[in-house]
């Protein structure tokens, strides 16, 4: 690395750390200021960051251990020595000319460091792991001891980019073939009928069919929950907290661009977006909806009047860490407590929306039982007119993959994005003319 790019992963990790934004929309933003860094200085520059943002605990504890500051100027310096096993003296080489100069307190850190690694004996599970601190109960209750290990171990490799195919504009097979002819290596994801992986890191400019609407980027997890939902092409389905639209986007198109489909979410800016994704993709039966709240009028005026609602709840993303490095040291705003009471109200408003023998499916990218299988028990026991539909009835050829009634996905054991969704049905009603024999009525 230059030490014109070691400046520009400073200055973005400097960025990441101060805005309360995810890291992908930082470093879009510096991005587009910095038209001095072309294609490749790019992916170096996120390649560095990255990788510190997936060993922040790890660095945090040396530096601790040192008794130097956890600054990204400090943690940039500890990885160069830790991670890439570079000398002080190649470090002063390659700091020649960058502002400040390093100061002393800087040289003794790196004369410390030296001759480290990463890992430590006494680096408790925690940091070794990366786990925030207001994870941790929550994610070992959900994994027992040694599964805890191997899932927060996964979360630390980088993912591959998973693709869907729009069926509305191209097909898996004509998109394989034309990613092959650009000398990358695409595989059919294995669960995914619409799905196509990438194992290469490259620019998403380089990718055919993203700016036409041919693909869409999205996790093979998330493409199957949308399949979930088993939307068909004449029906009226809800997607309740739509945001950005990837999922509206695979049910729309299952729904080959037929049947009434409403996006709703109490974001409108995300709305907005959804809207120009779907033009984009060529879809046109998808209606977007602002809602003042998950109570919104709107919901009462319309109750029982859709053959499929999904709620993608808003939730802790704790399964969508090993994409998004940084999101672990956000904890959720609202705690996890204010987080599950927020998607049972969604998920009580919601229900009113689901026709008699209509499905509603509940999902999160989160792993976390309070928020998926507690959440469902809590609403079932509330709502008897639902009831579960098993995987292995709705999905049989998911039902191998796992184990429980749920779709319950996780980065170790299934090398997605970890997703959970169950399918919820409400009661038809008894078919006109049908009298019970026993009444007395
Ligand atoms: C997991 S994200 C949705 C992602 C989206 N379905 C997708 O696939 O791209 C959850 C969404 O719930 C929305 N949300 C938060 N509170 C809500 C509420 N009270 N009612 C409806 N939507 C809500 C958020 O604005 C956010 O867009």
Not at 18 to 42: E, M, Q, Y
Not at 143 to 151: H, I, P, T
Not at 321 to 329: E, F, G, L, Q
Not at 418 to 426: E, K, N, P
């Amino acid at each position: 690395m230059t030490p014109h790019l070691l400046q520009a992963t400073l200055d973005v990790l400097r960025d990441v750390e101060t805005a309360a934004r995810p890291a992908d929309a930082v470093t879009s933003a510096f991005f587009r200021a910095r038209r001095d860094l072309d294609d490749r200085d790019r992916g170096a520059v996120l390649e560095a960051l990255y990788t510190m943002l997936r060993h922040r605990a790890r660095l945090g504890w040396w530096l601790a251990r040192q008794n130097s500051a956890d600054t990204p100027r400090n943690r940039l310096l500890a990885w160069l020595v830790l991670g890439e096993g570079k000398t002080p003296n190649q470090i002063k080489h390659l700091w020649d000319g960058l502002k400040p100069a390093l100061s002393a307190a800087e040289t003794t850190l790196l004369a410390n460091l030296s001759g480290h690694s990463v890992a430590h004996p006494d680096m408790p599970d925690s940091k070794r792991l990366e786990c925030p601190d207001w994870a941790l109960a929550p994610l070992q209750r959900r994994f027992g001891e040694e599964g805890f290990g191997a899932e927060m171990e996964a979360t630390l490799i980088p993912p591959p980019l998973d693709l869907r195919v729009n069926p509305i504009k191209a097909t898996r097979d004509a998109m394989l073939r034309d990613m092959t002819g650009m000398g990358l290596r695409p595989q059919p994801t294995p669960l995914s009928p619409h799905g196509i992986r990438l194992q290469e890191r490259l620019s998403l400019a380089r990718l055919p069919g993203l700016k036409t609407g041919e693909i869409e980027i999205q996790d093979e997890g998330s493409q199957l929950v949308t399949l979930l939902v088993d939307a068909k092409p004449k029906e009226r389905v809800v997607d309740f907290c739509a945001g950005a639209g990837g999922k509206t986007l695979a049910i729309a198109a299952q729904m080959q661009n037929k049947g009434y489909v409403v996006a709703c979410d109490v974001n409108e800016t995300r709305l907005k977006r959804c809207a120009e994704r779907l033009r984009g993709a060529g879809l046109h039966n998808v209606e977007t909806r602002v809602l003042s709240s998950e109570t919104d009028r709107w919901i009462k005026r319309h109750k029982a009047g859709f053959d499929r609602v999904l709620i993608d709840a808003p939730c802790s993303g704790t399964g969508t860490w090993r994409r998004n490095p940084d999101a672990r040291w956000r904890a959720p705003e609202l705690g996890l407590e204010g987080l599950v009471a927020l998607q049972a109200r969604i998920l009580a408003s919601a229900a009113r929306l689901v026709k008699p023998g209509g499905r509603l499916v509940y999902a999160t990218c989160s792993v976390l039982c309070e928020e998926n299988e507690d959440q469902v028990t809590a609403f079932l026991a509330a709502n008897p007119a639902f009831h579960l539909v098993p995987l292995r009835d709705a999905a049989p050829h998911l039902a191998g993959v796992t184990q429980s009634g749920h779709l319950c996905l996780t980065p170790a054991r299934h090398g997605t994005d970890g997703f959970f969704a169950a399918i919820l049905q409400r009661e038809a009603l008894p078919a006109l003319g049908m009298v019970d024999p026993h009444s007395t009525v």
